[in-house]
C-alpha cells in the first residue's frame, strides 16, 4: 500500500512537468564548488535548485557551457555522480540515485505488465537497522537510476588499498551477503564483483587488515574503491600467502606470494629480514648452501630465474658471498614468485620469475624505518612531495661486517674482508584518476678480498620508469622504461710482475607496453609488446703499472636483441573451471660489429677444426631464434575449498652464464646465443591439489611437476671460460630432465602458526655427441651440481601475547652431487689423478636449527615510535655444514677438505623501531 502511494505521487507531479523552452545559457566555472555553481545558475535564470548540501560536499567543477539549454547543463555537471534531477515548471529538483517518474510504463498496474519493465522503473527504499547503525556499516549509493537500464544484476568494480599508506591490496575477498557472488582483488587491488540492482551488503576480508562491511545500492554499473585499516593483529604473524580463498581459487600453478611484513619473526642469519632466503624454505626453491650466490627452482640453473625489482632486471640479487640478498627489506612491498606457470608478458628465463615490487611512500605524513644490527645498518624514509598526490621512499643499507669473518671457521674466509651497500629511491605520482606515474632508481655495490693480494667489486645499477594509466573502468596500460647494468672486476697485486685489473659488464634496456582487458565478468584479456636491447663486454684485462708483464686483452663486445608480443586470456568457464591461456612468441638477434669463425662439420670445435671467419659490421645480423611459448594452465573447484590445477608452460632463454664452478659466483660471465650457441628451451607440466581445512585455519597443497630441457649450457673438462674470444671450443650443450613433489602445509591461525614445506626434486644432465671430447660421462644422464632429492623446512612461530613470541626453523638438505678423485697412475714419470664420473658422489646432507625470540614495543597508536627487538641464534647446534669439498696433493698423496661457512652458533641482536 506505501509502495502504491508513492508511485501515485510520483503520477500526479508527472501530469504537471513544465515542458522546457528553448532558451540558451552561457556559463564558465574554474574550480569553483557544485554549490556555487547551482548558486550562479539561480542568480541567472529563473530556476531553483532543490537539494541536499552532504550529496555535493566536496565536488568541484571546471567547466564552460556555451548556449545551452538548463537540462543540457544539469546533465553535465551531474555526470560520474550518483544524483539524478528532474525539472518541474521552473523548479530543478535533485534526487540521490533515484528517479522522479514522469510517465509509468503501459500496464503498470496490470498483472500481466513484464517483471523488467518494473525493476527498471521502481524507486529503491532501504532501512538502516539500530544494529548495523552501531557496527558503522556505511550505505553508498555508487550509481543512478537509468530508465534504459532494465537488467536484474549490474557490475561493481574499483580498486582496495591501504587507508593508512595508499598501497593497493591484492587477494582481498570480496562477497556479496546472501549470494555466492565473490571477488578477489589482483596484484594492483582492482576488483570486479556482479551484485543484484538495488541493496546489496558486501564484505572485504584479507590477511592482515580489519574487514569492512558496506551497503551499495546498486541501479547500473558503478565504480566505487575500497579503503581498508590494517589489523594489529597481523604483527604476529609469519604467513607466506596473503589468501587462504587465493590459494584454492587461483588459476595458475606454482605461484607463492611472499609479504614482507610476513616475515619479521622468522629468525635468519645475523637477524638480517631476507626475502629471498625466505623464498629458500618454500618448497621447489632452494640454494646450493651458505656462501652459495644464485637459487634453483624446479631444477633450474641460477642463471635462469628472472628477478624483477620494478620491472627492471638484478643480475646479481645477493650481497656478502650469498649470504645475504641485495633486496632492502623495508622498502620492498611484495615478492611474486612463478615457478610453475609464468605469465605470458615474462620471457626470456626457464625456470622463474621474482617479481619485486618497492612499496609507494605515504602521501599523507613523514614516516621512517629504521634497523640496527651486528652486521649490517637499515634506514628508510618516506615523505609526501605533493599532499595527497605524490610521495618519494629512500632507503640505504650498509656493513661493517668485517668482525663475523675473524670469526669464522675457514682459515681463508678468516683473513678476508668483505663490504657492500645498496641505496634506492622510488617516486610515485597519481597524476589524476587516471594516470600514475612511478619511478624507481637502484644502486648496490659489493667489495671484498679471499686473498690478501685480490680484490674483488661487482656492482648492480638500474632504473625503470612505470606508466600506469586507467584507460575506461575496464581497460587499463602499463608503459615499462627500464634499464639495468652489473660490472664485475678483479683487481690482482701480487709479488711477481703480474698485476691486473679485470673487468666485465652486462647492460640491458628494455621498453615494453601491455593492455589489461576485462572483456566482461568471465574473460579478462592480456596484450602487450616488449623489445630488450643486450650489450655484453665478455672482458677485458688491463695491466696495473709499468712493471707489469700482463699483456692488455678484451673480448670483443656482443650484442643482441631480444623482442616479443604476448596474448593471454583469464577464461572463467563456469563457478568451477577457469583457465589461463597464453601464447607468447619471442624473436632474437644477435647483432655485430662480430667476428665469427666457421668450422668442420665432421669434427668438434676447436682451434685445430677453424676453416674460415666472417666479418659482420655494428648491428648486422648475425643470427636469428624466434618460437613460440604457450602458456596454459587450468583450475578446477570440486568444492569451495579443494580445488585440483594443471598447467603447460614453455620457455625460451637466450642469455646464459658461462661457469665451471660448483655454484653460481660473481665471476661467471654471461653469454648470448650466437652462430654457435643456441637458445636454451624448457618444457614444463605441472599438476596440483590445493585444500583448505577447517575454513581458512589451514592449507595444503601437493604439487609435482616434470620439465624436459634443450640446449643447456655446460663446459668441457678444463675448460677456459674467461678472456676467451672464442669460447664456444669451451662449451657443450645438451638435454636435461627434472621432475619433483612438493608438499607444503601450513596453518595460518592460532598462537601456534607456521608452515612446513617438503619437496622431492631431481636433475639430469646429458651431454653426448659423436665426438669422444664433446661427451660427458660416456654421454649417459649424470646429476646436475645442484641436484638435491630431498629438501625439508619448517617455519614455526609461536605468540605467547600480543607482544612476545618465539620462532624457530629447521632446515634439511641431501647433500649435493660432488666429483672425486678415485685413484692415481704414473706416465712418463708424472703422477696424475683419476677422477670419477662427473657428479657420481655427494657432500654430506645439510642440517640446520635456528631459534628466535620476538619483542614487539607497546601497540599504542599515539607515540613516536614502534619498537621491534629480535634475539635469533643462527644454527644453533653449530653443526659443521659443508660448502665445498677440494682435494689436494701433497707428497703423492691426494688429500681431501672440508671448507664450511658457519661451524659455530651465531647470536643476533637487531633492534627496528618505526616511526
Known sequence: MKRLIILSFFFIISNQLYSQDNQKYSFAFDTVSLKEVFFEIESKTDYKIYFLEDWIKGKMITREFANQSVDKIMEDLLKGTSLNFKIIDEKIILTLGNMIISNLPNNYFSEEKQPSEQKSQDPIFFKESVEEIKRGIETVIVSKQNANDTKSTYKLSGKAINRFTGDPIPNLTIQAKGTNNFAITDFDGNYSIELNRGESIITAQAMGMNTLVKRIILYNDGEYNLELNESLESLSEVLINTSAQANVR????????????????????????????????LPGISSAGEGAIGYNVRGGKADQNLFLLDGASIYNPTHFFGIFSAINPFTTDAAQVYKGSIPAKYGGRLASVFEISTK??????????VSIGPVTGNVTIETPIVEGKSSIVIGGRGTYSDWILNNLDDPVLKNSKASFYDFILKYNHEIDEKNDLSVTGYHSSDLFNITIDSVYSYTNTLASVNWDRKISEDTRSNLKLAHSRYQFGIEFEGRANNNFDFGFDLQETEISYGLNHLINEKHRLEVGLSSKLYSINPGSIEPI????????????????????IYVSDEWTLSEKLSVNAGLRFSVFNFLGETTQRTYSPDAPLSDATVTGADEFGNNEIVETYAGPEIRVSA????NPSFSLRGAYNSTLQYIHTLSNNTTASPIDTWKLSDRFIEPQRSEQYSLGLFKNLNGTKYELSLEGYYKNLENTLDYKVGGQLILNEFVETEVLQGDGKSYGVELLMKKNEGNLNGYLGYSYSRTFYRLDSQFAEERVNQGDFFPANFDIPHELSLVL??????????????????????????????EGGNNYVLFSDRNQFRIPDYFRVDLGINIEGNHRIQKFAHSFWNISVYNVLG???????FFVTDNGQVRAFQSSIFTV?????????KF
Open 250 to 281: 587461483n588459476t595458475l600453478t606454482g605461484v607463492s606470494r611472499i609479504e614482507i611484513q610476513d616475515i619479521k619473526n622468522i629468525p635468519l642469519v645475523l637477524g638480517e629480514r631476507d626475502i629471498l632466503k625466505v623464498a629458500t624454505t
Open 360 to 369: 609507494n611512500g605515504s602521501k599523507e605524513k613523514f614516516k621512517g624505518e
Open 545 to 564: 703499472g709499468e712493471e707489469s708483464i700482463v699483456t692488455p686483452f678484451a673480448v670483443n663486445n656482443e650484442n643482441g636483441l631480444e623482442s616479443a
Open 635 to 638: 583450475r578446477y573447484l570440486f
Open 797 to 826: 612461530n609461536y605468540k605467547l601475547t600480543k607482544r612476545y613470541s618465539f620462532s624457530g626453523n629447521f632446515i634439511y638438505q641431501t647433500g649435493r652431487p660432488v666429483t672425486f678423485p678415485v685413484g692415481a697412475f704414473q
Open 879 to 885: 653443526r659443521n655444514n659443508p660448502y665445498s669439498t
Open 905 to 913: 652458533p651465531i647470536p643476533t641482536i637487531t633492534y627496528n623501531f
